[in-house]
């Protein structure tokens, strides 16, 4: 059985846990100032990567908005690196002017050491995280295959299974969003997060679904046809109307690339498929069995994550 962190240090430190402003789960948080229009706290928050839960550690500032009546996150720190930690600290204190000499190493020394305690609750949380989450992965992975191989499987039955478990996709994706309108006619399946502002739409065919048809001369399939026409639609809306859709959506949706997951693997095809990918501007075709064998890839390394944070040091 997983051993769970104290949460002892962590409750005195960040007391709040409601009317946290920002759009992550929060474990906890302590505001640091609220005046002049501005709100600045400390939180403990829940983040996805690859599939893997983690908490993070960081430092927030909201500016009020008046035309929306709501708070506008406009900074934001993280805690990730230990090494620059000590650093830190001892800049603030020397801004602060609050110690000096032989005073200012001890007040380093017991932040830093405080502060270490608390980045070992987090890390503990992330490996019993890690260990929890495995086992459903797995079971996800299974359910994904059994999918494929149902006649009876409905795109709406793909969008929901792999909008939640996007870490399938691979592990540069942070998040997905559901799907939303891209123009007046077009609303994509959903959308992959990287990192803040870069995204991958992602259009969703079926694994029945042919790629190509015509034998020795081989061309796109209608339904892979129709799959461009509807990405390139969704991609020029985004880059026409990049600002528009930031203020009715405030989301960062800046130069998105297209995916298109539809068919299964055909060994003859797969040259055909590098070349029609390659000359593709921003668009990727993706097979089923390429979603799965990056889910089955993806599952490996949280394995080989899970192993080395919990063998015993030297």
Do not use: C
């Not at 055909?266 to 390429?290: C, G, K, Q, W």
């Amino acid at each position: 059985m997983a051993r769970q962190p104290k949460q002892g240090l962590l409750e005195r430190l960040l007391p709040e846990k409601a009317g946290f402003p920002g759009h992550v789960e929060v474990v906890a948080y302590k505001t640091l100032s609220k005046r002049a229009g501005w709100w600045k706290a400390v939180a403990l928050v829940k983040t996805s990567y690859g599939g893997k839960e983690r908490q993070q550690l960081r430092l927030y500032a909201w500016r009020w908005s008046e035309k929306d009546k709501s708070w506008k996150q406009r900074q934001k720190f993280n805690f990730s690196g230990k090494s620059y930690l000590p650093f830190v600290i001892n800049t603030l204190e020397a801004y602060g002017g609050k110690v000096s000499g032989s005073s200012a190493a001890g007040a380093v020394a017991f932040l830093t050491s405080r502060i270490a305690d608390l980045e070992r609750q987090v890390e503990e949380a992330r490996i019993s995280s890690s260990r929890n989450r495995l086992s459903d992965m797995e079971t996800k992975v299974r359910q994904f295959e059994r999918m494929l191989d149902s006649r009876r499987l409905k795109e709406r039955d793909l969008q929901r299974l792999l909008r939640h478990e996007f870490w399938m996709f691979g592990a540069e994706y942070r998040r997905a969003h559901a799907e939303r309108q891209a123009g007046i006619k077009g609303r994509n399946d959903f959308l992959l997060e990287r990192d803040v502002g870069y995204h991958d739409v992602v259009e969703l065919k079926l694994p029945s679904d042919a790629l190509f048809v015509g034998g020795v001369k081989p061309r796109m399939s209608g339904e892979l046809k129709n799959a461009v026409s509807q990405m390139v639609s969704y991609l020029h809306y985004y880059y026409k109307h990049y600002l528009s859709d930031k203020d009715q959506t405030r989301m960062d949706v800046l130069y998105p690339k297209g995916i298109i997951v539809i068919g299964r693997r055909v060994d003859s095809e797969r040259e055909t498929l590098a070349a029609h990918n390659a000359v593709l501007h921003r668009i990727e075709i993706v097979t089923y069995d390429d979603v799965l064998a990056r889910a089955k890839q993806s599952l490996k390394s949280v394995k080989r994550r899970g192993r080395s944070s919990t063998a015993p040091s030297a």
